[in-house]
Every structure is written in C-alpha cells, then in structure tokens.
C-alpha cells in the first residue's frame, strides 16, 4: 500500500453479481461479459435459452444439447463454437458454476400462456407482447410458450420464429428478445427476485393444431391420433412418424409413412421402406389428432 494511502482507498471494489445463462439443458452462473452479434444461425435441437436474474449480461457456454434443426447431425459448420460468442480474455473457468436444471416440467398445465395466478407473471406476459411489438422485431417473432412457476419465481417463455422454416430463432434474435425485455421490465419495477428464461420451442416441438399443419407440412411429424380413424373398432391412440402428403380445404391431412427407422424395424440397416409402406396412407380428421410433434431422427 502507498504511504499515506487509506485502507479503504486501497480496497479493492466488489466483483459484479452473478448473471445467468442457459443453454439446453444446463443452467450456468458467470459473472458478466458481453455478446458479439454474429450472422449465422445456430441450428438448436433441444431449444437455446438464456436464463436472466436481474440486469441482463452475456458469457456463454452453449455446447450443452445444441443439435441442429430437422435432425440433422452436426457437421463442422454448423457446430456452434467458442468463436460465436465472445467472452472477456481474462474469464476464469472457476468461476462458472453449474446450477440446477430447468423446472417448467413441473408446471402442472396444458396451457401456452400461464401465469400462475399472479400479478407479476401477468405484468410480465404484458411486457413481452408489447416488446414483440416493436419495430426491432419487425413482427418476425412471436410468443410460442409463456409458463410461470410462482414457487421458483421463474418465468419460462418460448419464442417463435414465423419465418424461419423450423421455428427456430437465432442466438441474436434470442440475445436481442432478452435484453429489451429485460429493461423494460426493470422500467416498469418488475420485481428483482424474479428470473427469466427465454428459450426456441425446440426441434420437436407440438404443433398448434390445426393451423401449424400447415405451416410444417414439408416437415416429418411425430403423430398421435384416434385409433378408430385407421381401423374400424379400435379403441385408444396410435402414434407413428409420419409425412404430410395432403391437406384438403377443410384443414383435414392426409399422411403417408415417413422413411426413418421406426416405421422400419425390420429392414436391414440402410434398406428403405417395403412397397406396402410406401403405399400406406391415412385420412384423418383434424379431431382425430390428440397430439402432433416435429419428428428429429438421425
């Protein structure tokens, strides 16, 4: 210490709080850092998100479940790397920390958009679609899920992008979301004590019935549906990978099988479908489908 110097002086300052980030299905703890806008899309499977408790701050770890859309396997471009998002040279590994997994399961609801039954979970759906609304956004992207978790303090928010041909919006885009979101909760007095998490519905989405059949028509599906609408007297459900062949001006699909595995089990690896799957096809009633999800198979 200088002569003359006071103690309190010489004290070094206090590191800034922690910020959160998650990506698939890890949670991180890190101290602040910043974001470098890059163009290229990141192909999620299981949903990028960032997790936000207070002021928003970027550091990134997000080679956790990162899959591409469709399925496809990850190739060396597509991979998402330390080069996407930048973070301070002098980051010390020590100081990330893995914290508990995401708790949206336990949300006991079927519903898109819940807010607990309380006011800040109201005020902070609010808040989101007047964001969305703004120029930024330019009406591209849309609220796909919004849940809140009152016992965790915890909101889970799901972002659509309507024009991207899986729904899925890049890590700028999701970056961008948070980050206006955030300040304009902080200007409204949203409280402190509670934390966001903004994520892509993910590869194997549910679809909103019936007008996302449409939508993903060129896209295979995961299907589940009355058993009585492929064989007379049947009871209960089925559920096969299927594609969209069809969709009449009522909005009811008509499927073939896909060619992936499961609807293949037999054949030798390699070997396609038989000329009866290939030929198979089923009508269905749009109330005939309990369940319909974006297929990812490899």
């Not at 990028?48 to 591409?68: D, H, M, Q, Y």
């Not at 007047?130 to 016992?151: Q, T």
């Not at 999701?174 to 949203?190: C, I, M, P």
């Not at 996302?212 to 559920?239: H, I, N, P, Q, S």
Request: glycine content about 8%.
């Amino acid at each position: 210490m200088a002569r003359g110097m006071s103690p309190s002086l010489h004290r070094p300052s206090q590191p800034a709080a922690p910020r959160k980030f998650r990506c698939g299905a890890h949670a991180w703890s890190m101290p602040r850092g910043s974001l470098r806008r890059d163009d290229r899309e990141a192909r999620f499977g299981s949903g990028l998100s960032t997790v936000v408790a207070g002021r928003i701050n970027f550091r990134r770890n997000v080679s956790a479940s990162a899959k591409p859309k469709g399925g496809k396997k990850e190739s060396d471009d597509d991979a998402i790397d330390d080069g996407e998002l930048d973070v301070d040279e002098d980051f010390d590994d020590a100081e990330l920390a893995e914290i508990e997994e995401s708790g949206e399961n336990e949300i006991e609801t079927d519903e898109a958009f819940f807010t607990g039954g309380t006011e800040w979970g109201q005020m902070g759906l609010d808040v989101l679609r007047e964001v969305l609304n703004e120029d930024e956004f330019d009406g591209e992207l849309e609220i796909f899920s919004y849940k809140v978790s009152a016992e965790r303090k915890r909101i889970y928010i799901s972002i659509d992008a309507v024009n991207d041909k899986f729904g899925s919006p890049t890590l700028d885009q999701l970056g961008a979301v948070s980050r206006t979101y955030n300040t304009v909760l902080e200007e409204k007095g949203f409280p402190d004590d509670v934390a966001l998490e903004v994520a892509s519905p993910g590869a194997e989405r549910q679809l909103r019935l019936p007008l996302e059949l449409e939508r993903f028509r060129d896209l295979t599906m995961k299907v589940t549906y009355a058993a009585r609408a492929e064989e007379d007297g049947a009871e209960g459900t089925r559920t096969k990978v299927l594609d969209v062949e069809d969709i009449d001006e009522d909005g009811s699909p008509t499927f073939k099988l896909a060619d992936v595995e499961e609807n293949r089990p037999q054949a030798k690896k390699g070997q396609g479908m038989n000329k009866k799957q290939r030929d198979w096809r089923l009508k269905l009633d749009v109330g005939d489908i309990s369940k319909a999800n974006l297929y990812v198979g490899f």
